[in-house]
């Protein structure tokens, strides 16, 4: 294996492990009140109690998914070839790669509040 796969497969692993462990938190252990410091937390999330039992739940769900889309993208690892031109380039997608996965559990747990509760709830 050469270093180029193993900076990918090694950044993209840790990432989605973090969100998979993360999102195990959250599942566990999610904030019972509503809080300005731990858990999931939007101006939608934080409109009643319900909404945030709800966006908790959701957004755990989400974390865990997208750390395992994370990982699963590994694959692609061993197929990078040794050169030193390319070490900047996965280090790109690399990032790319964790920002995207980091934005979709926002983005579908968003959709699912705006869908599960109307507007003047």
């Known amino acids: 294996m050469n270093p180029n796969q193993l900076l990918f497969i090694g950044g993209v692993l840790i ?3 973090l969100l998979i462990v993360t999102g195990f938190l959250f599942k566990k252990n999610p904030p019972k009140k509503i809080n300005p410091l731990y858990g999931y937390r939007s101006k939608s ?3 009643n109690q319900t909404r945030w039992d709800f966006a908790q ?3 755990a769900k989400e974390l865990i ?3 395992i889309f994370l990982c699963a993208t ?3 690892g061993f197929i990078i070839p040794e050169n030193k031109i390319y070490t900047l380039y996965i ?3 690399i990032a790319i ?3 995207l996965s ?3 559990p926002i983005i579908q747990t968003e959709r699912a509040i705006k869908k599960k509760f109307d507007k003047n709830e």
């Open 97 to 99: 790669l964790i920002i």
């Open 102 to 104: 980091a934005i979709f």
């Open 15 to 17: 990432g989605g492990i």
């Open 74 to 76: 590994t694959v692609f």
């Open 91 to 93: 280090i790109g997608v």
């Open 45 to 47: 999330s934080m409109k």
């Open 65 to 67: 998914r997208s750390g």
């Open 57 to 59: 739940c959701k957004s």
